[in-house]
């Protein structure tokens, strides 16, 4: 099993739409989580950390599900401007390696 | 403004060429790294260093140098041996470990390498 794995997609929707990544994760000692955007021939950039309580930024909103092992994005009133491909980082808890694992990414596509 | 940034934003190799990638943050970041992305693939590690004159060999290592003489910089050589170069090359950095382990990385705008 891979450590973090991401379903590619590509999720496509309409503008207005609501659309939900799930990114699952292998290692229950997991501390701490992101989400990146990456837009194409880019660099990934930060969009959210996942809190253990949930979090919330404008359309986007972040869980946690420890039990299952596996963090959420919400995005919601999708905009065309959100499509992206988006990441998710989960970085390990101590013991020697805080080298975060990323996921291959779930490309969105938000069409008219 | 602070932040990474790596030159050059597009590089090309001849056969049998050694060539260094630029890395360079100002975001007192201990933790350096270097990664590669593939068309339509995930990040992979090449290297990483957590502080200066030290540095772990990541995933795909072989074909690659780096070096840590500075905080600031991290840069990343492809050797002659790295028989497939042609990728998209990120570099990252964060704090390092501790109560610093929930702290994101940090991504320059990336280097393009293509063997001409």
Redesign the interface.
């Known amino acids: 099993r891979k450590e973090v794995e991401q379903d590619p997609g590509p999720f496509n929707v309409p503008e207005g739409a609501t659309v939900a990544f799930n990114c699952t994760y292998s290692n229950s000692a997991s501390?701490?989580f992101?989400w990146?955007r990456q837009d194409c021939?880019?660099?990934?950039?930060?969009l959210m950390?996942v809190y253990s309580s949930g979090n919330e930024d404008g359309r986007f909103t972040a869980q946690l599900n420890r039990a299952s092992q596996y963090i959420s994005l919400l995005i919601r009133d999708s905009k065309l401007s959100d499509s992206a491909t988006y990441?998710c980082?989960v970085?390990?808890?101590?013991g020697g390696s805080?080298?975060?694992t990323?996921?291959?990414?779930t490309s969105l596509i938000v069409h008219p | 403004d602070g932040g990474i940034t790596q030159s050059p934003k597009y590089l090309f190799r001849k056969e049998g060429q050694n060539v260094t990638l630029s890395c360079e943050q100002n975001l007192n970041h201990d933790a350096m790294y270097w990664y590669r992305q593939d068309p339509g693939q995930g990040l992979r590690l090449i290297y990483y260093s957590q502080i200066v004159n030290d540095f772990q060999k990541g995933d795909i290592a072989e074909g690659y140098s780096v070096s840590r003489e500075k905080k600031e910089s991290f840069p990343l050589t492809v050797t002659s041996a790295q028989k497939n170069p042609t990728a998209f090359y990120l570099c990252a950095s964060s704090q390092w470990g501790g109560q610093n382990s929930n702290q994101p990385q940090h991504f320059g705008d990336g280097t393009r390498l293509s063997i001409l």
């Open positions: 501390q701490s992101f990146y021939r880019k660099e990934p950039k930060l950390s990441l980082a970085n390990p808890s101590s805080y080298i975060p990323f996921g291959r990414g």
